[in-house]
T-cell receptor, first 114, second 112 residues
Framework: DTEVTQTPKHLVMGMTNKKSLKCEQH?????MYWYKQKAKKPPELMFV???????INESVPSRFSPECPNSSLLNLHLHALQPEDSALYLC?????????????FGPGTRLTVL | GENVEQHPSTLSVQEGDSAVIKCTYS??????FPWYKQELGKGPQLIID?????GEKKDQRIAVTLNKTAKHFSLHITETQPEDSAVYFC???????????FGQGTELSVKP
């Protein structure tokens, strides 16, 4: 299994809602990532988890809260988002977080904040 | 700095022609340079990568060259096909483990 899966594919939420994005991989990878991608822009790194511990937080607002319950799962909890947070949220994984490891991306969750 | 400069931003070619995308960077510490292809509605997929101890790498119709002295690397696609139409990102490894620095992307359109 060389796939990263993400659910849901699409999500529409109001600014007062609480929702979660989920990501799963069964490749035995020990590094997992969240990226945000706006239309016609490259992915921007948000968080890196290594061996289930938060390794990098790219100064992301606290309304985004990541969680790594085990080595196969990565969640992104959303609360009190703003319309400008609407974007494609991509999850990725790699063997470990060392430079030179291929990152495998999931298909993304298209988020719309009303 | 961190940025990767990528050109052109859009590229339109006829089926069968070659396509070339060029990138430059400034951080000499980078040693891993992957290229990702992103089709509409999908996540980026690695198509080829090159490491700093290699000057050129080829995989069927795709080739990548790296000039570490000049700090630039390029993607070459030969005999383009309509299914090559996508956005291509050049990427370099960042200073923090796991961090990738993406170029701004090239939207390639292959016309039948």
């Amino acid at each position: 299994d060389t796939e990263v899966t993400q659910t849901p594919k699409h999500l529409v939420m109001g600014m007062t809602n609480k929702k979660s994005l989920k990501c799963e991989q069964h490749m035995g990878h020990r590094a997992m990532y969240w990226y945000k991608q706006k239309a016609k822009k490259p992915p921007e790194l948000m968080f890196v988890y290594s061996y289930e511990k938060l390794s990098i937080n790219e100064s992301v607002p606290s309304r985004f809260s990541p969680e790594c319950p085990n080595s196969s799962l990565l969640n992104l909890h959303l609360h009190a988002l703003q319309p400008e947070d609407s974007a494609l949220y991509l999850c990725a994984s790699s063997q470990d977080k060392g430079g030179g490891n291929e990152q495998f991306f999931g298909p993304g969750t298209r988020l719309t904040v009303l | 700095g961190e940025n990767v400069e990528q050109h052109p931003s859009t590229l339109s070619v006829q089926e069968g022609d070659s396509a070339v995308i060029k990138c430059t960077y400034s951080d000499s510490a980078s040693n891993y340079f992957p290229w990702y292809k992103q089709e509409l509605g999908k996540g980026p997929q690695l198509i080829i990568d090159i490491r700093s101890n290699v000057g050129e790498k080829k995989d069927q119709r795709i080739a990548v060259t790296l000039n570490k002295t000049a700090k630039h690397f390029s993607l070459h696609i030969t005999e383009t096909q309509p299914e090559d139409s996508a956005v291509y990102f050049c990427v370099r490894s960042g200073n923090q483990g796991g961090k990738l620095i993406f170029g701004q992307g090239t939207e390639l359109s292959v016309k039948p």
